[in-house]
Every structure is written in C-alpha cells, then in structure tokens.
C-alpha cells in the first residue's frame, strides 16, 4: 500500500507563506504525475496544484500566482511553496497522484488567521 506523509502545516498570518513537503513509497514514482489536494471544512477535497512526470505544472485558479508545486525524484518528494496566504487557503493539505491512489495520507492542517 502506497504511504503518503504530508507535513509543514501550521499557524500563518494573511499574506504570510509556507512550504509543504509530502514524502511517498510510490514505487516508480518518476513517472506519476503528482497533485496537492485540499479540504476545507463542509467542502469537498479539491485539487490545487499539479505537476507531470515531465515537470509541467497546472494550478487552480484560486492559487494560480501563489503556490508553486515542485518535485525531487530522488528523494520520492514532492512540495508545494505557498505564498501570499489568504484565509480561504485554510485546510488541509493531502498530496496523491493524479488520479489519485485509493489511500490518502493524515494530511497537513494550514490555518490562515491573524
């Protein structure tokens, strides 16, 4: 069973940043493409940032500008710099391929409040 460990979460004030690093067991993991997903409390889990197998990245339009995702295939990580914290960025964080694997990881609370 793929294992997925989200961390780097935490308290941020408004317009304040925060770096995410999530550490997987997928095996080949070159070759997926990988996604950071986020759930705010009442609302489904959405996918905000992606990167290929090859590099490129797509981003939702609400963190388009903010958030960079990034990948190190040696270490089988992949991170997402988040900049510009906004309130409505509040939740938590799960990163997965895309499409994602059946389980998901504890997940990374983000808390954007001043």
């Known amino acids: 069973q793929v294992q997925l460990v989200e961390s780097g979460g935490g308290l941020v004030q408004p317009g304040g940043s925060l770096r995410l690093s999530c550490v997987t067991s997928i095996s080949m993991f070159p070759i997926y493409a990988m996604g950071w997903y986020r759930q705010a409390p009442g609302k489904q889990r959405e996918l905000v940032a992606r990167?290929?197998?090859?590099?490129?990245?797509n981003y939702a339009d609400s963190v388009k500008g903010r958030f960079t995702i990034s990948r190190d295939n040696v270490k089988n990580t992949v991170y997402l710099q988040m900049n510009s914290l906004k309130p409505e960025d509040t939740a938590v964080y799960y990163c997965n391929s895309d499409p994602h694997f059946s389980n998901w990881g504890q997940g990374t609370q983000v808390t954007v409040s001043s």
């Open positions: 990167i290929s197998s090859g590099g490129a990245t």
